[in-house]
């Protein structure tokens, strides 16, 4: 049996394997996961971001469970879950995440989760690209949720925006101007927000914060850039909720639940997830082209110019800009 | 005048016109650039970075007030102070950080510093890009020392990392775990670690968990990782060191522009500044390479091959990277 097949037919060994693969961008991967790529688009992918210290691999943890509780809406079994945790804020060490790997422990007895840690290796670009690949491998392996958890509140946070169909941001109580700080981002790739630990003394006032922010926002910008993102011409509108959880009891959780399922129907009637599973697509791709263009053009350069340019802008007789342009023209004639 | 003659003695409002030109990468931005960067190549570049709500932009303020105080060591007048703020959390809106303006109001009067906010506009390559140009204008106008502030505890913290010369990492007193979830982090790109806010109750427990995580990691990889940032074969070595500082009160701020001029010294003395400024200049030349092979190969696909391609992925009839290697195939020939 072919790798491919193992794969449509739920083999986790095989599935592994070929999420090893792809992180090291073998050829043999690649291979797979093009044969894959007409078995995916099944999935609902669901990017789970906050600071650290809001208790975010807790919560996706418990969200899994939570998940596997009942059955999908229309369905008669609960959804199979795939759970991708990225750790960008350790981009030279390329380590998996231990924590991360021991708290979610109590979830792998259960055939119908699948668990994956991954580090960034070199740019970010990369660990974008990686993730995609790894959702796709779990779309085409038949896990219906794909709960994608990064640490962070960058631009990893906007890549996930870009490569999920609902995100849910993650906040832990704070002191007074934090939230503040932040609320642009926030307002910008959040479907659903979630203040977790609420049972901590400052959360009401959290909440009544983001609430506010989004209240203001809300009548005039927030939902025009909800509509922006979902496709003008929409009769139908989503208001970012704002929900409270104590993942460590459970608390807030099935609510949780609820609502990502009240997310996925609004865009699925709403038209949203088509428009956003061509930009999360084209995003794919504009990474990749990338990519392959500059390992193209440093593959053509085997004589070093492309040092000698470094050199020559280290010697401040041209500027970056110049050199890069020079290098450029050398290549075309 | 031309323009490049009104920065380099010291016009404000050439210079303020430059910083729009390069943010709107405008082409009369980047001649001037480039006629401006054999002047460059003189200031000190601080990257400081850490999450929404530990007083980063008060602390800044601070230390550039200090920083103008007194001498550098061994000259007669006080450094010229240069501030670029980015805040990449808001990606999609571009606007200003408003807050940090009006926070920094109270240096404006000193013509001893120039403050620049800038919020990303797109992809955080063109940010960091924008960001390295900035500090390249500062530097040709004749600013000693650049702080460039960013919110974030994501790529953008190791992008800083990778164009400054010295990096400060700033932590509020936090909840246990939340450190140690985001030390690996911390460790591979500080050279300095400041605890702010260190008047509220819990920021013992702070700097302790982070010394502690210093140690530990110290003997073994820290200074291995040192090692490797500032060359082999140096005698000398950098502890980094975890300041306590009240940013409003202006407290520990003495200390920390000690410990700059130190990590400034030290990097003279090790050989690490030349590493430091090799590896930030080919890190920049990577990304407009980069961003200039997309632009070229994308004009020459004006029969709109590239959205072709998109919707062929879209409809699963290739895989994104099936889909790429036929559109650079079709160039090629």
Known sequence: MTSTDAILQGDRLALARLL???????????????????????????????????????????????LRKRPTPGEDTPPRVGIVAVDPSSPFSGGAILGDRIRMRDLAGDPGVFIRSMASRGALGGLARATAAVGLALDAAGFQIILIETVGAGQAEVDIASNAHTTIVIEAPRMGDAIQANKAGILEIADILVVNKADIPGADNTVATLRMTLEMAGS????????????????????????????????????????????????????????????????????????????????????????????MVLEREQSPAQAIEELLKGEKS
């Open 20 to 66: 090893t693969q792809i992180e090291n961008e073998s050829l043999e991967g690649l291979a797979t996961l093009a044969a894959l790529y007409p078995h995916t688009g099944k999935a609902h992918l669901v990017g789970i971001t906050g600071a650290p210290g809001t208790g975010k691999s807790t919560l996706v943890n418990q969200l899994a469970h939570h």
């Open 220 to 311: 005039a910008n927030a939902s025009m850039a909800v509509a922006d993102r979902v496709g003008a011409g929409g009769d139908v509108s989503w208001e970012i909720p704002v929900l409270e959880t104590v993942a460590t009891k459970g608390e807030g959780i099935p609510e949780l639940v609820d609502t990502l399922y009240a997310h996925k129907e609004y865009l699925t009637t709403s038209g949203g997830m088509e428009l956003r599973e061509g930009r999360r697509v084209r995003s794919q791709m504009e990474s990749l082209l990338r990519d392959k263009l500059v390992d193209r053009f440093l593959e053509g350069q085997a004589d070093g110019r492309f040092d000698d340019a470094v050199q």
